[in-house]
C-alpha cells in the first residue's frame, strides 16, 4: 500500500535519529572536474545549514590552500551544523585541519588511515601494529586540540575483522566519538556490511562510547541500500553527497537516504532532521556549481522523477495521484504551481518565479538576470522553468569572473574556413581577435585561446537542448584539464555558439581560480 508522503512528525514518533555527514564539499569535491570556488562552496555550505545538515565535512585543509580557505570560510559563518575537515594520520595534517576548523561554533577532526591488508601493504607500507600505534598517536594528538574527533577506517569493509575491531577500539580510547566503517571501494553487499557494523559493535567493549558511522561508495549501484543496510546494524550517523556526486561512481546520495527513510519508515524506523522540502534545490545547485548534469530519471531529484508520459499512468494519475506517486513532488520541493514566463513578464513576476525555484539574487544579480531574461524572452515565446534555470545558473555562476563575453560573431556554412571575431573582457581590459577554424566552434575556441593564451587541454565538449524546440536555449558543458587538475563549466544561450564561448570562458575562469587567486602569467600575454 502507498501512502502520502508522510508528515515529518509523524515519521519521528517512535523513531531513533540519524545523523546526516554531508560530504559534497570533500568526496563530492574529489569527483575529476567537480571543483567548485570559494564563493560556491560557501553558497553550498549555507543551504546545507540551512537544509538541516547536521555536520557538514568542508574539505581537506592539508590538501591545498584552497582547501584550507574554503575549510576555514565555511567553519566561521555556518550557524547550526558541525563543522568537519579531513586530515590523515600525521600531526602536520592534524594540525592544519585543528587551524582549519577552528572558528566553528562546533568543530570536528576527520581522521582517517587504512584497515585493510591491501592498503596498508602496498599503500602505506606499513605493518598493521605500526597502524593501531597511529591510530593512538594520530587520535591522541587531535583530540588535545578538538573535543569532536571521528575516526575513519579506510577501506574498512575490506579489513579483517579482528584488526578491523582492535582498531576501532584504539580509536576509541583515545578519544574518538563517532567511528566511521567506509566501504571505501563500494564493493560491500548490504547484508555483509549490516552484519558488520554488528560484528564490531557487539566485539568492541567500548562501543557504545561512540555513534557509528556509514560512508558508502557507489561502484556497484549499492550505496544506498548500503548505507540503510549499515543503519540497521546500528550506525547512527549516514554519510553523503547531494546527488551522490564523489570519487568515481560517488556515494550515497543524500536525498535518497533521506525520502527512503521518510517514505518507508514502516520499515525503517529513523528519521533525519533534513528539511526535505530543500532537496530539490540543493541537488539544482550542486548540479550548477560542480557542472555535473543530474540525470533525467535520478531517483528523487532527476527531472522525470514526477513526470508521467504513458496514457496509462496519466489516467491514473488524474483518478488519484498515490497510483503511481510513493510521494509528493511538494515533499521534496518540486511545486506544481507554475507561473509562465514570457517577454510581458515584470521584475515582481521574475522574482517571484526565481523565488518558487529556489533562488533568492541580491540586488544587482536580479537586474542582469532579468536583462538576460527579457533578451531571451524576445527571442523565445515560452521561458520554461529550466530555461531560468539554466540562465540564472549561468549569470550567478559567473558574477565575479576576470574574463567575460563581450561579443561574438561567427561565419559558419558550407564555405569553409569558418571563423569567428571575438571581442572579451580580460581583466577590465578589452581585446578583440579573429580566428579560423575546423567548423565554427574549433574557430571560437581558437579565438579565446588567441586572446587568452593557455595550456589547457579540451576534455570534453557536450551540448544539450534545455527545452524542447528549434528555439530551445544550448546547455553546452566544457572540460578543461591543466598540470593534472580538471574543471567542467556550463554556459547557456539559444545560440550554441555563443554558449559554447560562455561555457569555455566559465571554465577558464574556473581554472584561474584554481591555479591561485592571482591574474595568471600566462593571461598577461
Ligand atoms: O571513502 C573513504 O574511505 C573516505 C574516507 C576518507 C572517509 O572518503
Ligand atoms: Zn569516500
Known sequence: ?????????????????????????????????????????????????????????????????????????????????????????????????????????????????????????????????????????????????????????????????????????????????????????????????QALFETVRARVPSSDKAIFSVHCHNDLGLAVANTLAGVRGGARQVECTINGLGERAGNAAMEEVVMALRVRGDRLAYHTGIDSTMLTRASKLVSAVSSFPVQYNKAIVGRNAFAHESGIHQDGMLKNAQTYEIMTPESVGVSKTSLVMGKHSGRHAFREKLKELGYDLGENALEDAFARFKDLADRKKIVYDEDLIALVDDEIGHAGDGIKL?????????????????????????????????????AVFNAICALVPHHAVLELYQVH?????????????????????????????????????????????????????SRPAALTG
Open 1 to 193: 500500500m502507498t501512502h502520502e508522503t508522510p508528515a515529518p512528525d509523524a515519521t519521528r514518533r517512535n523513531s531513533e535519529q540519524v545523523l546526516i555527514f554531508d560530504t559534497t564539499l570533500r568526496d563530492g569535491e574529489q569527483s575529476p572536474g567537480a571543483s567548485m570556488t570559494l564563493e560556491e562552496k560557501i553558497e553550498v555550505a549555507d543551504l546545507l545549514d540551512a537544509m538541516g545538515v547536521d555536520i557538514i565535512e568542508a574539505g581537506f585543509p592539508i590538501a591545498s590552500e584552497g582547501d584550507f580557505e574554503a575549510v576555514s570560510a565555511v567553519a566561521a559563518r555556518v550557524q547550526r551544523a558541525t563543522v568537519a575537515g579531513l586530515a590523515r594520520a600525521s600531526a602536520k595534517d592534524i594540525d592544519r585541519c585543528a587551524e582549519a576548523v577552528r572558528k566553528a561554533r562546533s568543530p570536528r577532526i576527520h581522521l582517517f588511515i587504512s584497515t585493510s591488508p591491501l592498503h596498508m601493504k602496498y599503500k602505506l607500507q606499513k605493518e598493521p601494529e605500526q597502524v593501531l600505534e597511529m591510530i593512538t598517536s594520530s587520535v591522541t594528538h587531535a583530540r588535545n586540540l578538538c573535543d569532536n574527533i571521528e575516526w575513519s577506517a579506510e577501506d574498512g569493509t575490506r579489513s579483517e575483522i579482528d584488526f578491523l575491531c582492535r582498531a576501532v577500539e584504539r580509536a576509541i580510547a583515545a578519544g574518538a566519538t563517532t567511528i566511521n566503517i567506509p566501504d571505501t571501494v563500494g564493493y560491500a553487499v548490504p547484508e555483509e556490511y
Open 406 to 442: 563581450v561579443a561574438l560573431t561567427v561565419i559558419a556554412g558550407t564555405n569553409g574556413p569558418q571563423s569567428a571575431a571575438l571581442t572579451l573582457d580580460v581583466y577590465g581590459e578589452q581585446k578583440t581577435h579573429q580566428a579560423t577554424g575546423n567548423g565554427p566552434v574549433d
Open 465 to 517: 537542448a534545455v527545452t524542447q524546440g528549434t528555439d530551445a536555449q544550448a546547455e553546452v558543458s566544457v572540460r578543461l584539464a591543466e598540470d593534472g587538475k580538471s574543471v567542467t563549466a556550463k554556459g547557456a544561450d539559444p545560440d550554441t555558439l555563443v554558449a559554447s564561448a560562455r561555457a569555455y570562458i566559465a571554465a577558464l575562469n574556473k581554472l584561474m581560480v584554481k591555479r591561485g587567486k
